[in-house]
T-cell receptor, first 112, second 114 residues
Framework: DGGITQSPKYLFRKEGQNVTLSCEQN?????MYWYRQDPGQGLRLIYY???????QKGDIAEGYSVSREKKESFPLTVTSAQKNPTAFYLC???????????FGSGTRLTVV | AQSVTQLDSHVSVSEGTPVLLRCNYS??????LFWYVQHPNKGLQLLLK??????LVKGINGFEAEFKKSETSFHLTKPSAHMSDAAEYFC????????????FGGGTRLMVKP
């Protein structure tokens, strides 16, 4: 079955550590996205990539980094520079305009 | 800039009664509009989408939404709520000067009482 796989489902990190969230899709979608979701809020765009080897900052990119070396993969690194990283992170992909996004099941990151 | 406003952060209905989740948008261009549902600790699932075809859009699980340009609204309805409908619902706009990007509303939490 085609879809998006995010791993791990739950992640705990100590303050000052970098951590990488995985996002893999087998839908052959060109575009991929990372969103952050906080309680009672909608989704906010962190980074997006329209094509391999290219990515753009979203609305809240500070403290995050990404890479897009393969079409299928779009990992997100939460760096120690991110002041408030505890959140639910969602990865999505899209085949193009006029289509909705396909979302992964999310990773809940908690800083301890 | 485009924006989406979901008028109610929480909606509570009894099982078997109608559901109405309200959404207003602003966009300089003819947008594409979507409704997504999110169950606890899950990703978002597409319920339905409007992309300039019929203004009344039917989605999955008995949901539908009507695009009203004059009112800049895209309200989500269902004739009869089921317990399994309890979830968070997001109204989303795509297009305009944001290009291919999605702009999310703040979400509406639907609670269904037995």
């Amino acid at each position: 079955d085609g879809g998006i796989t995010q791993s791990p489902k739950y992640l705990f990190r100590k303050e000052g550590q970098n951590v990488t969230l995985s996002c893999e899709q087998n839908l052959n979608h060109d575009a991929m996205y990372w969103y952050r979701q906080d309680p009672g809020q909608g989704l906010r765009l962190i980074y997006y990539s329209q094509i391999v080897n290219d990515f753009q900052k979203g609305d809240i990119a500070e403290g995050y980094s990404v890479s897009r070396e393969k079409k299928e993969s779009f990992p997100l690194t939460v760096t120690s520079a991110q002041k408030n990283p505890t959140a639910f992170y969602l990865c999505a992909s899209s085949i193009g305009q006029d289509y909705g996004y396909t979302f992964g099941s999310g990773t809940r990151l908690t800083v301890v | 800039a485009q924006s989406v406003t979901q008028l109610d952060s929480h909606v509570s209905v009894s099982e078997g009664t109608p559901v109405l989740l309200r959404c207003n948008y602003s966009s300089s261009y003819s947008p594409s509009l979507f409704w997504y549902v999110q169950h606890p600790n899950k990703g978002l699932q597409l319920l339905l989408k409007y992309t300039s075809a019929a203004t009344l859009v039917k989605g999955i699980n008995g949901f539908e939404a009507e695009f009203k340009k004059s009112e800049t609204s895209f309200h989500l309805t269902k004739p009869s709520a089921h317990m399994s409908d309890a979830a968070e619902y997001f109204c989303v706009v795509r297009g305009g000067n944001a290009g291919n990007m999605l702009t999310f509303g703040g979400g509406t939490r639907l609670m269904v009482k037995p």
